[in-house]
């Protein structure tokens, strides 16, 4: 047999190379995605609902004493206040304040198979206010209803102020019409979802906000009741996805894989088994999909959004576009394959 030559095998590994640049560079084509529309409609919703928590915010005296330069900044809380529960990084918080984010939730929902009459299920704690108004938007715009399981409570830099609540926030929005009312449930946050942790301070903020909105929040007696409680709440026939934003205790549980749930959406798979797991999980258990709304600088970065915003978000990527093969593409790969072959019959 002769032996392959090293000019033979210089020769494929250069077509190999130039194959690869040519599908890199013609290969593919940039396409709108096919919910683009409703993706453009929940980003300016969005944008709507910030605009209306800013000017309300600025007019009452209200704006966060942190020193984020962020454009939309009045989504931002406080380092600590008395309805404070957790630590959260202000970097993160400053990146779920991107309007785009409702883009993303568009993309996300119907990835998991969102459908106009179905039902988006919300777990949420008072953390992340910018996002949960972003998956209302894109909820609204796909024509689904939503149920939103919020606790009060909210870790540094989320809605921690005592008159910018997220039941302020959520007002603000409503009125202005950026987001349409919701079924809600209301709980306190902090340890064991009823206002453990907090002193009587914080509580009584959150009794105060309870009331400036003529609401009642449910008390669970521990975290197993609290689960219990949101389960229950998301009871529907028509269920097609559940999102959570942030990390409450009661949608993630207390068990030792909590913190290492993904971000994004889950793939299907068994729970973990664990009797402190949280409404999130159990919800995933029974076959539904889970969108997880953490590790938000991660998320961003995946889906091309800027991690780390100034004054302006320097997106990279467009969730409103979907990448697929071109039609050369298989004719290229012919072209190169037939002149590799016939390259190699002459220099055979």
């Given at each position: 047999?002769?032996?392959?030559?090293?000019?033979?095998?210089?020769?494929?590994?250069?077509?190999?190379?130039?194959?690869?640049?040519?599908?890199?560079?013609?290969?593919?084509?940039?396409?709108?995605?096919?919910?683009?529309?409703?993706?453009?409609?929940?980003?300016?919703?969005?944008?709507?609902?910030?605009?209306?928590?800013?000017?309300t915010r600025r007019a009452r005296?209200?704006?966060?004493?942190?020193?984020?330069?962020?454009?939309?900044?009045?989504?931002?809380?406080?380092?600590?206040?008395?309805?404070?529960?957790?630590?959260?990084?202000?970097?993160?918080?400053?990146?779920?304040?991107?309007?785009?984010?409702?883009?993303?939730?568009?993309?996300?929902?119907?990835?998991?198979?969102?459908?106009?009459?179905?039902?988006?299920?919300?777990?949420?704690?008072?953390?992340?206010?910018?996002?949960?108004?972003?998956?209302?938007?894109?909820?609204?715009?796909?024509?689904?209803?939503?149920?939103?399981?919020?606790?009060?409570?909210?870790?540094?830099?989320?809605?921690?102020?005592?008159?910018?609540?997220?039941?302020?926030?959520?007002?603000?929005?409503?009125?202005?019409?950026?987001?349409?009312?919701?079924?809600?449930?209301?709980?306190?946050?902090?340890?064991?979802?009823?206002?453990?942790?907090?002193?009587?301070?914080?509580?009584?903020?959150?009794?105060?906000?309870?009331?400036?909105?003529?609401?009642?929040?449910?008390?669970?007696?521990?975290?197993?009741?609290?689960?219990?409680?949101?389960?229950?709440?998301?009871?529907?026939?028509?269920?097609?996805?559940?999102?959570?934003?942030?990390?409450?205790?009661?949608?993630?549980g207390r068990c030792p894989h909590?913190?290492?749930?993904?971000?994004?959406?889950?793939?299907?798979?068994?729970?973990?088994?664990?009797?402190?797991?949280?409404?999130?999980?159990?919800?995933?258990?029974?076959?539904?999909?889970?969108?997880?709304?953490?590790?938000?600088?991660?998320?961003?970065?995946?889906?091309?959004?800027?991690?780390?915003?100034?004054?302006?978000?320097?997106?990279?990527?467009?969730?409103?576009?979907?990448?697929?093969?071109?039609?050369?593409?298989?004719?290229?790969?012919?072209?190169?394959?037939?002149?590799?072959?016939?390259?190699?019959?002459?220099?055979?």
């Amino acid at each position: 047999m002769r032996p392959v030559g090293a000019r033979r095998l210089l020769l494929v590994f250069a077509v190999a190379i130039g194959g690869w640049f040519a599908v890199q560079a013609w290969g593919f084509r940039q396409a709108p995605h096919p919910r683009q529309d409703a993706m453009h409609r929940a980003e300016a919703r969005t944008v709507r609902a910030f605009a209306a928590v800013d000017s309300t915010r600025r007019a009452r005296g209200l704006m966060p004493a942190n020193p984020s330069p962020v454009r939309w900044h009045a989504l931002l809380g406080d380092d600590y206040t008395p309805i404070t529960t957790t630590l959260g990084a202000l970097s993160a918080k400053e990146a779920a304040t991107n309007p785009a984010w409702a883009a993303v939730m568009v993309k996300l929902l119907d990835e998991a198979g969102v459908r106009q009459g179905d039902v988006v299920g919300i777990l949420a704690s008072g953390s992340f206010p910018a996002l949960t108004i972003a998956t209302l938007a894109a909820a609204q715009e796909l024509g689904a209803q939503t149920y939103l399981a919020v606790s009060l409570g909210a870790s540094t830099y989320g809605a921690n102020v005592r008159l910018a609540t997220w039941l302020d926030i959520e007002d603000w929005a409503q009125r202005a019409g950026a987001v349409s009312p919701t079924r809600e449930m209301v709980t306190l946050g902090g340890e064991n979802d009823n206002g453990g942790g907090m002193d009587d301070e914080g509580r009584a903020w959150l009794q105060e906000a309870l009331a400036r909105h003529a609401r009642t929040a449910q008390v669970p007696r521990d975290l197993n009741d609290a689960v219990a409680m949101r389960l229950a709440f998301l009871e529907a026939p028509r269920l097609a996805a559940v999102v959570n934003v942030g990390g409450g205790q009661a949608a993630l549980g207390r068990c030792p894989h909590a913190e290492s749930l993904p971000p994004g959406l889950w793939p299907a798979g068994p729970g973990c088994g664990c009797p402190e797991r949280g409404a999130a999980t159990r919800m995933h258990e029974k076959g539904l999909p889970v969108i997880n709304l953490l590790s938000i600088r991660d998320l961003a970065m995946q889906y091309g959004l800027d991690p780390e915003p100034g004054r302006d978000y320097r997106d990279t990527g467009r969730p409103d576009l979907v990448r697929r093969a071109d039609r050369r593409l298989p004719l290229g790969a012919l072209a190169l394959i037939a002149l590799a072959l016939s390259w190699r019959r002459r220099l055979c």
